[in-house]
């Protein structure tokens, strides 16, 4: 039995017993739009990570951003919402500083 078979086998039997009923987002149109706007040269490394359930520098510090503003507006002490926002402006930067890199290194190519 050829392994386009064998696979095609294992599949039937996976739907027969109602194994793909409850994916997420049955009966939605994907969203491909985050996989098209991620550089062509960047997708698989991006995928395998979520894949992995990991993320990358990026968006893990795009993360910790949102984190922190939403800290700051739940924040009402002056002395600690001056903190919390110079904290925004470091990781701010840092982000900034690793898109401009990426994109000097893209320009390279």
Same mark, same amino acid.
């Given at each position: 039995?050829?392994?386009?078979?064998?696979?095609?086998?294992? $599949?039937?039997?996976?739907?027969?017993?109602?194994?793909?009923?409850?994916?997420?987002?049955?009966?939605?149109?994907?969203?491909?739009?985050?996989?098209?706007?991620?550089?062509?040269?960047?997708?698989?490394?991006?995928?395998?990570?979520?894949?992995?359930?990991?993320?990358?520098?990026?968006?893990?510090?795009?993360?910790?951003?949102?984190?922190?503003?939403?800290?700051?507006?739940?924040?009402?002490?002056?002395?600690?919402?001056? +903190? $919390?926002?110079? $904290?925004?402006?470091?990781?701010?930067?840092?982000?900034?500083?690793?898109?401009? +890199?990426?994109?000097?290194?893209?320009?390279?190519?």
């Amino acid at each position: 039995m050829s392994l386009a078979k064998s696979v095609e086998t294992i $599949i039937k039997e996976a739907m027969e017993r109602g194994d793909f009923n409850d994916l997420k987002g049955k009966g939605k149109p994907l969203d491909l739009n985050a996989y098209f706007e991620t550089p062509e040269d960047l997708r698989m490394a991006y995928s395998v990570l979520k894949n992995a359930g990991m993320v990358s520098g990026e968006v893990e510090l795009l993360q910790e951003i949102a984190a922190l503003k939403e800290r700051l507006a739940a924040t009402y002490e002056e002395n600690q919402r001056n +903190r $919390i926002k110079k $904290i925004i402006a470091e990781k701010q930067l840092q982000f900034n500083v690793m898109m401009e +890199r990426q994109n000097s290194q893209r320009r390279k190519k």
